[in-house]
């Protein structure tokens, strides 16, 4: 990320001194979260909340729950927004919050006291105008209404805009939930229609089975690719005449994994991302192609539904090999784009059909595609440099206009 950053930097000639500005968090907040536990014993989670630039809007972002979230990542993962928001155009910064705790390992209503008692703690620096929050790993539609709920009955009116990724009754945005994995399946499409390669003669191979691998195999099926394989955290499945994936994500609501599936041979998840494959989707987590497996991985192309899950150092040995890679700030930014089409009709009062949510993200995803595209010809770079060069000028140029405030 720090590499990425710097040879966009240098690439735009920043100085030290814009750098350094862009390189520092605006702010950082750990609070702890004390919880009554449903046995009776009391517990202190730790939760963070990371706002990295708001230049170019509030700042945006989602929250994590895992047992190994910790500051620096919450940090790397707030610049990532930033330059996420500014790839695709849309007028916020980054952020990101997580919570240390292990959600399967936590009751509903266990779940329930730490998000409202984290949003509690983290409540000054929220609201529409500064900071909205979102759904990442291990959260989900019920988070966002119980911090919406908490964030709205501290301030004593119901304020939607507050959050984003709320259930569509509470001012949700249709096309939400599927919006991260459909702009995977449009930057997949766009990057092959770059190389003169089809859906209906590509294979694909996702890590992950979420809201982001389970949906994006789903749409990248029903354009006609073959997705070979899937996994989840205990395993993966693999079929190399293609999974029927609605059927595999339907055995995933009933049982909540993979484990059991019948029409695929089940295989562990080491080695997954080295299958044999045209397009590989990594839309797990972060540091999974890394310099100790980049040499076994076969895909020609690589579009990361995850933030992060390739290492710098990987990064170099497939640009070396040609392989081209979509960045996840621009292969995953469809989710933070519907957001951004929910606060927006949050602060309207006005819903748009799903129509209008799926036209307007596919128009945002295609026009930002060919931007970084362009830019990756102008500057003779990976399409990564490209959408780094492209988010740091943005913002850059915001923050040339509106100076500094002292
Ligand atoms: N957590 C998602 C991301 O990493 C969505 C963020 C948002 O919608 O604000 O892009």
């Keep these: 990320m720090a590499e990425r950053f ?3 930097a240098d690439h735009l000639g920043l100085d030290p001194g814009v750098r ?4 520092t968090p605006d702010r950082e907040l750990t609070v702890a979260i004390p919880i009554s536990m449903d046995d009776g014993s009391l517990r202190v989670f730790k939760g963070y909340r990371v706002q990295h630039n708001f230049l170019r809007g509030p700042c945006k972002g989602g929250i994590r729950f895992a047992p190994d979230v910790h500051l620096d990542e919450v940090r790397a993962l707030a610049a990532w927004m930033t330059w996420k928001c500014s ?3 849309i007028p916020f910064g980054g952020a990101k919050g997580g919570v240390v705790c292990n959600p399967r390992e936590l009751s509903i209503s266990e779940l329930e006291r730490i998000t409202r008692r984290y949003t509690t703690s983290i409540m000054d620096i929220l609201g529409p105008d500064r900071d909205v929050p979102a759904p990442d790993m291990n959260t989900n539609e019920q988070t966002m209404a119980w911090i919406m709920d908490t964030y709205s009955m501290h301030h004593r009116r119901t304020s939607t805009a507050v959050v984003t990724g709320k259930p569509l009754n509470l001012g949700g945005s249709r096309g939400r939930p599927e919006a991260t994995g459909r702009g995977v399946m ?3 499409r766009e990057a092959l229609k770059t190389l003169g390669m089809r859906p209906e003669d590509t294979s694909v191979v996702v890590q992950g089975s979420g809201n982001v691998g389970g949906i994006g195999a789903l749409l990248l099926h029903r354009e006609g690719y073959k997705v070979l394989s899937l996994s989840d955290i205990y395993g993966s499945i693999y ?3 293609g999974l029927d994936i609605p059927a595999v994500l339907a055995w995933i609501q009933k049982h909540r994994r993979l484990d059991g599936y019948e029409e695929a041979e089940h295989l562990p998840n080491e080695g997954q991302l080295e299958i044999e494959c045209d397009v590989l989707v990594p839309a797990a987590t972060e540091n999974q192609i890394t ?8 895909a020609r192309v690589i579009v990361e539904g995850a933030n992060g899950p390739t290492t ?10 040609g392989v081209v890679v979509v960045p996840d700030i621009l292969a995953n930014a469809g989710g933070v784009t519907v957001s951004y089409f929910e606060w927006v009709q949050d602060r309207m009062g ?4 799903e129509e209008i949510v799926n036209s307007r993200l596919e128009q945002t995803m295609v026009n930002s595609f060919e931007e970084v595209h362009t830019t990756a010809k102008k500057y003779d770079v990976s399409l990564r440099s490209a959408a780094y060069i492209l988010a740091i000028d943005r913002v850059v140029s915001v923050y040339r206009m509106r100076g500094i405030f002292a």
Excluded: M
């Design 6 to 8: 710097e040879a966009a």
């Design 20 to 23: 350094d500005v862009l390189r």
């Design 87 to 89: 790839v695709v155009g």
């Design 186 to 188: 449009i930057s997949c």
């Design 239 to 241: 079929n190399e005449d």
């Design 291 to 298: 310099s100790e497996n980049v040499d076994r991985i076969k």
């Design 312 to 321: 710098a150092a990987a990064d170099k040995v497939l640009e070396d090999r």
């Design 350 to 353: 006005y819903f748009w059909t």
